[in-house]
């Protein structure tokens, strides 16, 4: 008995459509700023956009869909302030964060704020916690 996998046939035709089109309608590209650009200058909020939209990704916007559609308009709420929260706690913290910028690690910022005794317990816990924790990985 043999299958006939619509879907799949689908797939490797648009594939293959693309990959021919491809080939046949490109020019050499000489720089990767024209092989991604082309000739135009492209604006700050194109660019803005662009970048937002791949990071969001086509997934996670059918998930949301669907989530959306279960639970309502709470959803929206809950993903807008999922999204938000992290990035606006961060850019809080980052600000209060220029006395420790030219501190190259944690020890080093513990040590500067609490002393000697303190910086010397954080490193030695930054080295050992991580080998602590690779037994556990490895089971």
Not at 15 to 36: H, K, M, N, P, Q
Request: proline share 5%.
């Amino acid at each position: 008995m043999s299958t006939f996998n619509t879907p799949l046939l689908m797939v490797i035709a648009f594939l293959l459509l693309t990959v021919g089109i491809g080939i046949c309608f490109t020019r050499i590209s000489t720089s990767f700023r024209e092989y991604a650009l082309g000739d135009q200058e492209l604006h700050t909020a194109p660019l803005i956009g662009t970048l937002l939209t791949l990071i969001y990704g086509g997934g996670r916007l059918m998930i949301g869909v669907e989530q959306i559609h279960h639970f309502g308009l709470s959803w929206i709420f809950f993903i807008l302030l999922n999204s938000f929260l992290p990035y606006w706690i961060i850019s809080w913290l980052a600000l209060r964060m220029t006395p420790f910028m030219s501190n190259l690690s944690m020890s080093e910022s513990i040590g500067r704020v609490y002393g000697k005794y303190p910086r010397i317990i954080m490193g030695y816990l930054i080295f050992f916690l991580p080998l602590l924790r690779l037994p556990f990985k490895l089971m």
